[in-house]
């Protein structure tokens, strides 16, 4: 059941030449699998289609390296700190694909995935802003009043990677605190990797299980894998390790002429 940050890479490389979904667990600047990007950058897996229900630095840091075809979202950003530069700059210049769902729309195609239906109803009809940027359509309900109902299709990715303090070798992963999306995200997908700060042993209960050892794909062993977003028990936001890689980013991107490559995210504090 354990697995290494190159077998990480190695599944996201097949899922890619697959034209299939990564997605990434975590929020904004919250137990985000950053030590599990840096190595994706690093192996120079091309093409990836991301989903980000919210996004921000492993989007930011892939799609700085050049390795990125396509991101579902319904946010990528740094929360309080801003706008994630590299993704902004993409966008802005059409350099990646890009399909804004709301956040509820992808968590009604998480839904669809892990229950193994080709589409999840919305509440009214296909209409509005959402309408011009996610794949909606309209089907009508066979009940009385048989009212327009809008549907989102299935969210079903190859490798989901989600960061966890606590983990067994078994592949039991356990969360004190908001897991947010994180289960609909690993249950969507084919595979699940998680990155854990800690590996603890099998009689050991350190807070709620996300996910049960037959869930779970492999089990990464990554003190500080978080690097500098929030993981608690281990670590805090690390703002300063956070603003350097801003500004570290901002300063490539004034370069015209400089190539974007893989980096080090950096930052993180372990207990």
Not at 44 to 72: F, H, I, N, Q, Y
Not at 78 to 88: C, D, I, K, S, T
Not at 198 to 226: I, K, N, Q, R, Y
Not at 229 to 258: C, H, K, N, Q, W
Request: hydrophobic share 50%.
């Amino acid at each position: 059941m354990l697995a290494s940050l190159t077998d990480v890479a190695a599944r996201v490389r097949e899922a890619s030449k697959a034209g299939r979904l990564v997605a990434f667990g975590g929020s904004g600047l919250h137990r985000k699998p950053l030590r599990a990007a840096e190595a994706i950058a690093e192996a120079a897996v091309p093409d990836l289609r991301l989903l980000a229900p919210l996004g921000g630095p492993e989007v930011d840091l892939l799609v700085l390296a050049g390795l990125v075809r396509r991101v579902v979202f319904s946010y990528v950003g740094f929360e309080f700190l801003g706008v994630a530069p590299a993704f902004r700059r993409a966008r802005e210049e059409g350099a990646i694909e890009v399909e804004e769902w709301s956040e509820f729309a992808i968590l009604a195609g998480l839904r669809a995935g892990v229950l193994g239906l080709p589409f999840h109803p919305l509440p009214g009809p296909a209409t509005g802003d959402l309408a011009r940027t996610a794949p909606l359509a309209e089907v009508r309900s066979p009940y009385a009043p048989h009212e327009p109902v809008a549907v989102v299709p299935a969210l079903a990715p190859a490798v989901a990677i989600v960061h966890v303090p606590f983990a067994r070798e078994d592949g039991t992963a356990f969360v004190p605190g908001d897991p947010y999306a994180d289960r609909l995200v690993g249950l969507a997908a084919d595979e699940l990797f998680v990155t854990c700060d800690e590996l603890v042993g099998p009689g050991e209960v350190p807070g709620p299980a996300l996910f049960l050892a037959a869930e779970v794909t492999g089990v990464v062993p990554a003190p500080g894998g978080s690097c500098f977003t929030a993981s608690p028990p281990f670590a805090d936001l690390d703002v300063r390790g956070a603003i350097d890689y801003l500004e570290s980013v901002e300063a490539r991107l004034a370069r015209p002429s400089a190539r974007a490559a893989p980096g080090r995210a950096g930052g993180g504090r372990g207990r």
